[in-house]
């Protein structure tokens, strides 16, 4: 029986060793499951590339990735907002991962090629690794300090519009609540000024006087008599507010 207990104790040292390089990786992220072990090469990068990784696309731009959250988490270099993608699995293995409109904005190959989708380049630009970077978070305000955001949004928005539009709070803000309140805002604002470079944009915003940040169930976008509501679950952090698209296409302008 030595030779077979032998051979037991080698494969368990040869799986002990796969179960350990699997899970270097997710080292600096979050909770980790025996199923994260086994499927983090399937996720989007090598399987020695980072949880949270910074990428460069072939014409120079730069986004982030993070899969430390329960939605992976996205960030361009040039942009304020933070996406929240729904990856879901594509032909040979790859990982698409989607925004809350369903749009494709990265695709991922099990070899590790990493494909970035935007306006610019809608039919797809390489990216590599560039290394390991910080968590997506939204920044930390107090609720007194909300009102500046609010305002800054507004001026943002109206300057886009060409007329005046008023940002305001459903609920009252609380510490916890403020910062999601706040990112909420300055999507929204971006969602406007993005419309307002669209073909008939101006006539589109002419229909939008307030902008109304509330909280509910479920995140989403409405315009009603010319109030554009932004319901967001501050407790589901940036996956419970709408994306600046879904605001866009809420306002009539996709």
């Known amino acids: 029986m030595a030779a077979p207990q032998a051979a037991f104790r080698l494969v368990q040292a040869c799986a002990v060793g796969l179960l350990a390089t699997a899970l270097a990786p997710l080292a600096a992220g979050a909770p980790i499951t025996l199923r994260d072990a086994f499927t983090v ?47 879901s699995p ?25 494909t970035v989708f935007t306006d610019k380049r809608p039919g797809g630009s390489p990216a590599a690794l560039d290394g390991a970077s910080s968590p997506l978070r939204v920044s930390q305000i107090s609720a007194a300090s909300l009102f500046v955001h609010f305002y800054q949004a507004s001026v943002r928005a109206s300057r886009a519009a060409q007329h005046a539009i008023g940002f305001e709070t459903r609920e009252d803000a609380e510490p916890a609540t403020a910062p999601y309140m706040a990112d909420a805002a300055l999507v ?67």
């Open 90 to 114: 594509g032909p040979r293995g790859d990982i698409i991962y989607r925004n809350d409109l369903g749009e494709e904005m990265l695709r991922a190959t099990n070899l590790g090629g990493m």
């Open 188 to 254: 929204a604002s971006e969602a406007l000024v993005d419309i307002a470079a669209h073909p008939n944009g101006r006539a589109t915003l002419a229909r939008i006087a307030d902008v109304v940040i509330a909280q509910g169930p479920r995140s989403a976008a409405s315009l009603q008599k010319g109030v554009l509501t932004v319901t967001i679950v501050p407790a589901q952090g940036v996956a419970g507010r709408p994306s600046s698209r879904k605001i866009e296409h809420a306002a009539g302008a996709r």
């Open 41 to 87: 090469g399937r996720l989007g990068n090598r399987p020695d590339s980072p949880v949270i990784g910074r990428y460069q696309t072939d014409d120079g731009g730069v986004f982030v990735l993070d899969r430390s959250t329960p939605k992976p988490l996205m960030k361009f270099g040039d942009d304020p907002e933070i996406w929240a993608l729904a990856p």
